[in-house]
């Protein structure tokens, strides 16, 4: 029975021999003639359909050019995926969802053991189904002109006499496809790589599309080949496939990561969480631009860095300096506000991690040392010491253990209780819906004039007492935001406290210095790790916030989270707030400090200038007004339809609406 073959109304087909009338016949399924022997036909239903066409499995599974899904026998227009040839009989096997079509022939052609002819030489490659036979480009693959010979790999025409084998490809015929014999010497059919972890392999495969994306460099190359898995999306173009880029373990992300250069000059957004290299000041500086196009990139999820907010080593040797340079996160060598590269010797922004030779005072741009900086991330990382962005805040004896939660922030907060909860949306709020990037407040030049100059009228201790009032009025009338990206952070457990991964070393800091500061009041272990995290965010953005970048809506924040974890925790922050206002009284003395900038007087002109050329266009315009007043007064007395309108307005101005439209109205009545 499972050899029978059925029409539609599951009637059994019979095969013939015999030949055809001379009546036209369509083969049902690629509705083509039956123009011979033999066929199926089933004569009740009038079905007739080719032996080769009925004979077709209806379904491939894990054809190797599309090994994820299978592949039905269907009828449409399309062009082969494999020879690149549209299909005569409009048969094909595809996957609709991958837009992948495989025309018959090519399917007999890879299903079929097909031995090689004889005197020749065949392989089977995992990039293409079909026999590749060994030719060279000086017989038989120019006799015929038409042909394009060009390696599908490397995508060069490269002759005998260019290289010592450019000359020799596989190929087959057919679907034009080639590749040299010295490519697939070099090309491995498939690999293992760390850069995804999930699946244990990835295969040489030919594109499906004419841009398919690297998952590693994002890089849509023009070879006809890439490694793919067989089990999901995940691609790597040929040089990152072999190349086999160098992975990096970060502290403050689960994952691992890879480092790629050269990718885009594009500006993204960097996922260090809370860094001065987020700051729009800091995306138009020198420094970022040259390192712009280097990336550490993370294969499992869309976590990326810039090169200078990543793993870096710790120290290189440079031909720029006799002795090694150490990676700082800062180097500020005087109080000058002058601060340069030793090896260009033009400025540098004193914000930006740099290496530095510390004796010598020798300080050299990330990117003016950055060819050693490449070699040593590229080599073996082994014995190699990596230092990410804000390792160096903290020095204690011994970090404690902490594990990796499947916990999110969000998830922390859903775990409170409703008193709780009620507890924290009372003074914050956030949107769990909104995706989207969150707006920081920022001051405006205008702005900032102002406030100085309102600072300036100020005794410290004033300002102190203004400064502190108004930070407590707002805690208790405004609710500070919860970012969407905050929600989304990993955490992990520390000493039975659920932290995010990026404060991790915050915390480890905090309990060693200061131990529990949580055990005034009783609430959970949710609540509590809420309050945490607020105070390792106020410590850790203190460690990394020059005080020339503090502003008065930063300190505002640094309140806010600390009036909340003493109010509704009951932590003990006493120390922390001391800090605070010292950092606050620092405030307004660099913000007294403008004021003899001898800049400032020039800034105050400006915006004297500007509010007076406003002004005089404000005028400008009152006095259009008045010369309209006075025209349309005149006019008045002489036009007999403007002075009709007038009166009108003046007898129905003390009218309701309806009273005027009267007469409209009861006519709609």
């Excluded at 020799?168 to 059919?189: A, E, M, S, T």
């Excluded at 040797?317 to 506000?337: P, R, T």
């Excluded at 955490?491 to 949580?518: E, F, Q, R, W």
């Excluded at 349309?632 to 307005?649: C, I, P, W």
Aim: charged share 25%; hydrophobic share 30%.
């Amino acid at each position: 029975m499972e050899d029978q073959h059925l029409c539609r109304r599951n009637h059994i087909l019979l095969l013939k021999d015999s030949e055809i009338n001379n009546e036209k016949k369509n083969c049902e399924l690629c509705h083509g003639f039956l123009t011979e022997a033999p066929y199926y036909v089933c004569d009740s239903c009038e079905y007739y359909v080719h032996k080769s066409c009925e004979e077709l499995p209806k379904q491939i599974n894990k054809y190797p050019l599309h090994p994820r899904h299978p592949l039905s026998l269907t009828t449409r227009d399309a062009r082969c995926n494999c020879c690149g040839q549209a299909s005569e009989k409009r048969l094909v096997f595809s996957c609709v969802g991958c837009d992948f079509d495989l025309d018959v022939e090519c399917f007999k052609m890879s299903n079929s053991i097909t031995a090689c002819p004889e005197g020749q030489h065949c392989i089977q490659h995992s990039s293409h189904p079909h026999l590749l036979l060994l030719v060279e480009t000086t017989n038989a693959i120019h006799e015929d002109e038409d042909i394009d010979v060009r390696c599908f790999a490397c995508q060069s025409k490269s002759s005998p006499s260019e290289s010592l084998d450019g000359g020799v490809y596989y190929g087959c015929n057919r679907c034009k496809y080639f590749l040299h014999k010295q490519c697939i010497d070099q090309l491995p059919q498939e690999i293992q790589t760390s850069h995804h972890p999930n699946h244990n392999r990835l295969f040489l495969l030919m594109k499906r599309q004419r841009y398919c994306k690297c998952n590693t460099c994002g890089s849509t190359d023009e070879s006809a080949l890439y490694f793919e898995c067989s089990q999901c999306d995940f691609r790597l173009c040929l040089e990152c496939g072999v190349r086999r880029t160098r992975i990096i373990k970060h502290k403050d992300h689960p994952h691992l990561l890879c480092f790629v250069e050269k990718i885009n000059n594009a500006v993204e957004q960097c996922n260090v969480y809370d860094t001065c290299l987020k700051q729009s000041i800091m995306c138009n500086t020198k420094e970022f631009h040259k390192t712009n196009s280097f990336k550490f990139l993370c294969l499992d999820c869309d976590f990326k860095l810039h090169l200078l907010c990543g793993p870096l080593p710790s120290i290189i040797k440079h031909d720029s300096h006799m002795h090694s340079l150490d990676l700082v996160d800062s180097f500020i060598e005087d109080n000058s506000g002058e601060y340069c590269c030793d090896v260009c010797e033009d400025e540098r922004n004193p914000r930006i991690r740099v290496y530095c030779c510390q004796k010598c005072k020798y300080i050299a741009h990330v990117h003016c040392v950055i060819s050693e900086v490449i070699n040593v991330l590229k080599g073996d990382l082994r014995d190699v010491k990596l230092k990410v962005l804000g390792e160096d805040l903290w020095e204690f004896p011994k970090e404690i253990d902490h594990a990796v939660s499947p916990l999110t922030l969000r998830d922390l907060i859903h775990k409170l209780t409703d008193r709780e909860l009620g507890w924290l949306k009372y003074r914050f709020n956030w949107d769990e819906e909104n995706e989207g990037e969150e707006v920081s407040k920022t001051t405006t030049e205008d702005d900032n004039i102002d406030e100085v100059l309102k600072f300036s009228n100020l005794t410290e201790a004033d300002f102190m007492s203004f400064i502190l009032e108004e930070f407590e009025s707002t805690f208790w009338k405004r609710k500070l935001r919860i970012k969407y990206s905050d929600l989304a952070l990993t955490l992990v457990d520390i000493k039975g406290y659920s932290i995010p991964l990026h404060l991790a070393s915050a915390m480890n800091n905090l309990l060693h210095k200061y131990g529990d500061i949580s055990t005034k009041y009783e609430c959970s272990q949710q609540l509590k790790s809420m309050g945490f995290f607020f105070v390792c965010k106020v410590m850790k953005e203190m460690h990394t916030t020059l005080v020339i970048d503090i502003t008065k809506h930063l300190l505002q924040q640094w309140h806010h989270y600390l009036y909340f974890v003493k109010y509704w925790a009951g932590f003990q922050v006493d120390f922390l707030k001391s800090s605070l206002r010292k950092i606050t009284r620092d405030f307004y003395y660099q913000q007294l400090s403008k004021v003899v900038d001898k800049e400032f007087p020039m800034k105050i002109e400006k915006k004297k200038a500007e509010l007076q050329k406003k002004m005089a266009e404000m005028i400008a315009g009152y006095d259009v007004g008045l010369v309209k007043c006075k025209n349309l007064r005149e006019s008045s007395t002489t036009e007999e339809h403007l002075k009709e309108g007038l009166e009108r307005a003046m007898n129905v101005k003390w009218k309701v609406a309806s009273q005027v439209g009267r007469s409209s109205l009861l006519h709609l009545q």
